[in-house]
């Protein structure tokens, strides 16, 4: 389906949206969710963020967990097509800044520098630039944990494709032309800066082979897996849509 999202000034302002909430905002996180540890400070759960424009993946709340299995439950499945044919690069340009249509596009700064600066705190940039970030504290939604993070161990902290690009391609992506398969690849809303271990362990998995280490965060990841999934109108696995009901006590 066609991405009509929002006007670029539109962008503009959920991103400074997002700078205040990374300033010490309140978190958006509801006593429901108390214990989860994937909330960092200014997370906003998947709900209330339908653009990914806003930082982090805090937990859902015990009360929108109905409206949780209802997306979830909404969508189609099928089962895993082959991967023949798949590269990274029909995909575009990995971290590519013109991929139109999609939030962050086109203001002078990579993707993966754009989600650095979303979900980051104490940020530092390279001499001269306010795009390039080369350190932060990260608060892992994976895991729960803190990473200090320098650009000299890049790999520390990775951008995940909540959808994995491998997963889009067996469900439906093959089929796509290239300027939708590069929004999907650069959308906010399918990526997350996370633990690099975690990213690795993940590889190209859908909900029922790999799920956040920490458990509290489980229906808000698979409420992002579907949100994503919905807004490009890509099936999941039957396996998949199961283990994402159970995630949010379906």
């Known amino acids: ?5 929002k006007t670029p000034i539109t962008y503009a302002i959920a991103l400074l949206g997002a700078a205040v909430l990374l300033t010490g905002c309140e978190s958006g996180t509801s006593p429901d969710a108390e ?3 994937g909330s960092g400070p200014g997370a906003v759960g998947p709900l209330a963020n339908p653009d990914g424009t806003r930082p982090g993946l805090a937990p859902v709340a015990d009360g929108d967990r109905a409206a949780a299995r209802k997306l979830i439950g909404s969508l189609a499945t099928k089962g895993r097509g082959p991967g023949t044919g ?3 690069g029909k995909f575009g340009r990995a971290w590519s800044d013109t991929a139109d249509g999609v939030p962050l ?3 002078g700064c990579d993707t993966r520098n754009d989600l650095l600066r979303r979900d980051g705190r104490e940020l530092r940039f390279r001499d001269g630039s306010d795009c390039v970030v080369v350190a932060m504290t990260l608060a892992d939604p994976y895991t729960g944990k ?3 993070w320098k650009k000299a161990k890049a790999a520390e902290v990775q951008i995940d494709h909540v959808v994995p690009l491998a997963y889009g391609w067996r469900m439906g992506a093959a089929r796509w032309p290239a300027d939708k398969r590069e929004r999907f690849a650069n959308d906010a809303l399918n990526l ?3 633990d690099g271990r975690a990213n690795q362990a993940k590889r190209d998995s859908g909900p029922a082979s790999w799920l956040p280490p920490d458990k509290g965060v489980r ?3 698979a409420v992002r897996f579907a949100q994503v999934a919905k807004e490009y109108g890509l099936p999941v696995t039957d396996p998949d849509r199961r283990a994402m009901l159970r ?3 379906g």
């Not at 389906?1 to 999202?5: D, I, Q």
């Open 105 to 107: 596009a086109r203001n």
């Open 247 to 249: 995630q949010c006590g």
């Open 35 to 37: 214990g989860a540890r």
């Open 146 to 148: 803190d990473i200090v």
């Open 1 to 5: 389906m066609e991405n009509s999202r």
């Open 219 to 221: 229906c808000a990841y």
């Open 86 to 88: 798949y590269e990274r």
């Open 192 to 194: 997350l800066p996370v």
